[in-house]
């Protein structure tokens, strides 16, 4: 089943609650905080997830692009996200394994993100434990770059991987979805897809997701 995952990055925060509605098709709601020291931009936290959780429903995809997320990753499972993601490469090993425990003891999916320089060997230490990994085909922190395909021959070998290891673990790619984007990724193994600005800036919110979500 293919997922598609709104970023809300790409939402316009003065009326925030309608625009979340706007996209209550969907599978998931993304949702990506930024530090400012582990990619330039900064974004939201806690206590948007807050209130985001207050007013949906929809499970809620954190992306935390933060540096040493063990610090913060149980937090965000504790205040309203279903799933949290962070990225291998911003935490020592016996972090982000700590990480991973943080969330599964708040109940909750947790999740391992690459960079695309990052090979696909870096889950291996922790791939029996992730529920989730994604696959950046731009470089994080800012939206509405150009997909990286380049990406692709990473998406296939993770699809190897977890189709040998953890079957159960979502692929999720981030970053220049749209519905051709979309095609070249399920074909290559992915099953959720975050798309923000091809979304919202779309006429009808939810026709836009029915035809990435059929892209494949």
Do not use: W
């Not at 925030?16 to 709601?29: G, K, N, P, Q």
């Not at 949906?56 to 997320?69: R, Y």
């Not at 090979?119 to 990994?133: S, W």
């Amino acid at each position: 089943m293919i997922k598609i995952a709104p970023s809300l990055l790409s939402a316009d925060f003065t009326r925030l609650r309608d625009e979340i509605d706007s996209v209550a098709t969907a599978d998931y709601l993304h949702f990506d905080v930024m530090d400012g020291v582990f990619v330039p931009n900064i974004s939201i936290g806690l206590p948007v997830l807050e209130a985001v959780r207050a007013v949906t429903e929809m499970p809620i995809d954190v992306h935390l692009m933060i540096t040493q997320p063990s610090r913060y990753a149980a937090r965000f499972a504790e205040c309203g996200a279903d799933i949290v993601t962070f990225h291998v490469e911003a935490d020592s090993a016996e972090n982000i394994a700590r990480a991973i425990a943080g969330v599964h003891s708040a109940g909750k999916r947790a999740g391992l993100a690459l960079k695309p320089a990052t090979e696909a060997d870096a889950v291996l230490p922790y791939i029996g434990l992730l529920d989730m990994i994604v696959v950046m085909t731009v470089e994080p922190g800012f939206g509405g770059q150009k997909f990286m395909s380049g990406q692709m021959p990473k998406l296939i070998a993770l699809r190897g991987m977890l189709d040998e290891k953890n079957p159960l673990c979502e692929i999720e790619i981030d970053g220049g979805v749209n519905p051709d984007t979309a095609r070249l990724c399920i074909e290559n193994g992915a099953n959720v897809l975050v798309a923000g600005s091809d979304v919202f800036r779309a006429d009808d919110r939810a026709a836009r997701i029915e035809a990435i979500k059929r892209a494949g």
